[in-house]
């Protein structure tokens, strides 16, 4: 049964257990999973059950508490020691989204204090680093949204919503921020294959709070550029490179290179966790190759030739030079470079 009801967060913390809205099976089903362990978190992020960078991070994050919850009846060192395997495990869990790595950081410094309480720690970083994540979505929809004209159409690809943050969205929050001040026309949701993020969850998302989306297969992004007065395409990230270079969803590159033929613009939205500084350009971050499966299957159908050989990269580089406008919670970033993302970071503001 078709459920319309978007929980307020598809990430929660409840008593010492972590609960994830399983968006396998959206937008048909609304199921929440229970998660006391941290063998599960590992699971739910590498098997999609909650996926998108900034969330991925805070599921880790809480995976971290489920750990120190596990092992805290053992002696400080040892405890120390486990915890400290199950981050790494978790840290394996997927490869590209670089918000994984960053909460992890987060986390395994508040181990470094032998005289407090770890747990305590860990759960009030785990809560920052959740509401912190909401708090600067709101700030980034606050300043995309004012290079939105009026009456715009707009194009996003993915899912880079409240599913795939703490709440609210990157991509996705600058639309709903343009949307409540009369901006948006309508959202071209790109489909998404083969994970049909755009399809199953990004149209799910609009639909909840009615705002007009019209869903399109990926190959008519280009009909749709130039059939309708699109004015931006919007897209998050799941790790940029120091110079720029912006890693997203397969496809964002394709169009990126669209907008620029087509005369239209290129805004990414992304919390400045998503910024590796330890990544010189694109080349440097790995891409995540999935099964054939996702390819060669629409859910449990084949819809492929038996047999068929797959790459199924799930990632793709989009070049600075293809980015108009870097949004993060700490400022708007025109035509991106190695030289103006360091002097963002060299900002009192971000550690
Ligand atoms: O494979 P996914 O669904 O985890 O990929 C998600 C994306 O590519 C999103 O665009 C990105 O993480 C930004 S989410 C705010």
Redesign the pocket.
């Known amino acids: 049964m078709m459920n319309r009801t978007l929980p307020n967060r598809a990430i929660e913390w409840q008593e010492g257990q972590l609960i994830l809205l399983d968006q396998r099976l959206l937008p048909s089903t609304v199921e929440f999973l229970r998660i006391n362990n941290v063998l599960d978190v590992y699971e739910a992020i590498k098997n999609?059950v909650v996926?998108?960078?900034?969330?991925?991070g805070i599921t880790a994050a809480y995976g971290v508490v489920l750990s120190a919850i596990s092992h805290q009846h053992l002696a400080a060192d040892q405890a120390k020691l486990n915890i400290l395997t199950d981050i790494q495990t978790l840290a394996n869990a997927?490869p590209t989204?670089v918000?994984l790595h960053w909460a992890l950081k987060r986390m395994q410094a508040c181990l470094d204090d032998n005289s407090v309480d770890w747990l305590k720690n860990l759960q009030a970083e785990a809560n920052s680093i959740h509401q912190e994540d909401i708090a600067a979505n709101k700030k980034m929809g606050e300043l995309g949204a004012e290079y939105i004209k009026r009456n715009s159409s707009v194009m996003t690809?993915?899912?880079?919503?409240a599913l795939?943050?703490g709440g609210y969205?990157?991509?996705?929050g600058v639309i709903r921020s343009a949307y409540e001040q009369g901006k948006i026309e309508n959202v071209f949701a790109n489909e998404t294959r083969p994970?049909f993020?755009g399809a199953r969850l990004t149209a799910w998302e609009l639909q909840q709070e009615n705002i007009p989306v019209n869903l399109i297969c990926d190959s008519a992004a280009a009909s749709a550029l130039r059939a309708y007065d699109v004015e931006w395409i919007i897209?998050?990230?799941?790790r940029i490179a120091a110079n720029g270079d912006v890693v997203?969803?397969i496809g964002?590159y394709g169009l990126a290179i669209l907008a620029k033929q087509a005369g239209k613009k290129f805004m990414v939205?992304?919390p400045t966790s998503?910024i590796d500084l330890g990544s010189a350009s694109g080349n440097d971050i790995e891409i995540?190759e999935r099964g054939s499966q996702e390819v060669t299957h629409v859910g449990e159908k084949i819809i492929a030739s038996q047999g068929v050989n797959v790459w199924n990269p799930?990632?793709d580089v989009t070049p600075a030079e293809l980015v108009d406008v870097l949004v993060t919670e700490h400022g708007v970033i025109e035509k991106p470079d190695t030289k103006k993302i360091a002097q963002l970071f060299a900002s009192p503001h971000i550690n």
């Open positions: 999609m996926r998108g960078a900034p969330a991925i997927r989204a918000n690809h993915c899912n880079a919503g795939a943050t969205g990157t991509a996705l994970w993020q897209v998050g990230a799941d997203n969803k964002t939205v992304a998503t995540e799930v990632f």
